[in-house]
């Protein structure tokens, strides 16, 4: 029974850690590929929650289905699901700060640009 | 793209005579893999609980931190005070800065990137303490302790601002009496089993820990039924406070705005 649910975590684990590889090889085609400034913020967040965050859920998950590792396992995988909510409440946080940052000093052109809803917000001045 | 190219074949090149140098044994000899006796000797003693009626141990798992405040402890309270007197040097700079009040009140970064330091500030605090109290169990120690808790200070500096951290209590004046206070902490942890030992009339040494064949006294080995260290855990936590308000007073003082500072270093252009 137990060998069966360690299968299953290994398993899940494994396919979480696909996942990131994918959100890390997207993320770095985007960072290359993408128009402007604020676009490719998109693939920094792609490649930080989607390509560190879900891997290292993956990796805890593997961590906890290695029975052969005996306690220290735990340690393993505590420690993976700690580093991965840092990861995740600061890759947030980061990106919001250097965007805005940016569009406030006005440091990147803002084109090709679909929306501006925050100069719609502000009366609709443009710039 | 011809730069491009020229880039890669250059890396590519540097990488493999660098790994064909250090493959023909570029690095010299390299060292024996059998201990040499001084670590053999450090790792007999580091923690022995059995060993010749416990007569010389630190007590200690983690041999780095035993050695760096048992086997060589004066050394380490000298580094202590050089690290303090390091920081006067800084203060010294700042003297007549540091005492005033800054009267801007700046906002700091968005409300998003506040919630998140400040969820972080707590963990960067709880990882800092937990470096110092298992400095005798896993590495890492009161030094490390302290740069890891001086970080909290420096992302609330830039995230909210300097005023914040005065209202909340980090000010110039508490952060210098705090180290003061950790350093002669420190001092009075080296000295205590030499003053007890003499106030009970037997014989005990100047940062000792552990009791020895001739000097009897010595800290508790365990708290709370995990090893200690003895005074290693005394030290540890003592020198944690220190760095950290020292790395502290440091930043506060180095964040003054150029405003104040200009302010004390008016007429210097006239010559007085």
């Not at chain 1, 029975?67 to 220290?72: E, I």
């Not at chain 1, 805005?100 to 990147?108: G, H, L, N, P, S």
């Not at chain 2, 920081?87 to 800065?97: F, H, M, N, Q, S």
């Not at chain 2, 406070?241 to 150029?258: D, I, N, R």
Request: charged share 15%; with cysteine; net charge positive.
């Amino acid at each position: 029974m137990s060998s069966l649910v360690s299968w299953i975590l290994v398993g899940v684990g494994q396919a979480l850690v696909i996942i990131g590889i994918f959100c890390d090889l997207a993320a770095s085609i985007m960072m290359l590929r993408l128009p402007n400034f604020f676009a490719r913020l998109h693939a920094l967040t792609v490649g930080s929650v989607g390509g560190a965050f879900i891997p290292l859920i993956g990796a805890a998950l593997i961590a906890a289905g290695c029975d052969f590792l005996g306690p220290y396992r735990w340690f393993m995988a505590g420690g993976a699901v700690v580093t991965a909510i840092i990861e995740y409440v600061l890759a947030g946080a980061g990106t919001h700060a250097i965007a805005r940052a940016v569009y406030r000093a006005k440091a990147a052109p803002l084109k090709p640009i679909v929306a501006d809803k925050l100069a719609e917000d502000r009366g609709g001045e443009e710039r | 793209m011809l730069r491009d190219v020229a880039f890669a074949v250059t890396l590519v090149v540097f990488i493999v005579l660098l790994a064909v140098a250090t493959g023909l044994g570029g690095l010299g000899p390299l060292p024996p893999p059998r201990l040499r006796p001084l670590a053999v000797n450090v790792l007999n003693t580091t923690y022995n609980p059995y060993y010749a009626a416990r007569n010389f141990t630190a007590d200690a798992p983690e041999a780095v931190t035993a050695v760096v405040w048992d086997y060589r402890g004066l050394d380490t309270v000298f580094e202590t005070a050089v690290f303090y007197g390091a920081i006067i040097g800084a203060l010294a700079l700042y003297r007549e800065v540091s005492k005033r009040v800054e009267e801007s009140r700046p906002r700091g970064l968005s409300t998003i990137v506040k919630v998140s330091t400040a969820v972080m500030v707590v963990a960067i605090a709880a990882v800092g303490v937990s470096t110092a109290m298992h400095g005798q169990l896993t590495p890492g120690g009161g030094f490390q302790a302290g740069s890891i808790i001086a970080v909290a200070p420096v992302v609330l500096l830039v995230v909210f601002s300097k005023s914040f951290l005065e209202k909340a209590g980090v000010r110039y004046a508490k952060m210098v009496a705090l180290r003061s206070a950790a350093l002669v902490g420190i001092g009075l942890a080296a000295l205590a089993v030499a003053i007890a030992a003499g106030a009970m009339g037997c014989w005990g040494y100047v940062l000792q820990n552990q009791p020895k064949p001739d000097a009897p006294l010595g800290y508790p080995p365990r708290a709370l039924d995990v090893p200690s260290g003895g005074s290693l855990m005394v030290f540890n936590v003592l020198e944690m406070l220190a760095v950290a308000a020292g790395f502290t007073v440091v930043f506060l003082v180095l964040s003054t705005s150029e405003k104040l500072a200009k302010e004390e270093v008016v007429g210097e252009e006239h010559g007085y």
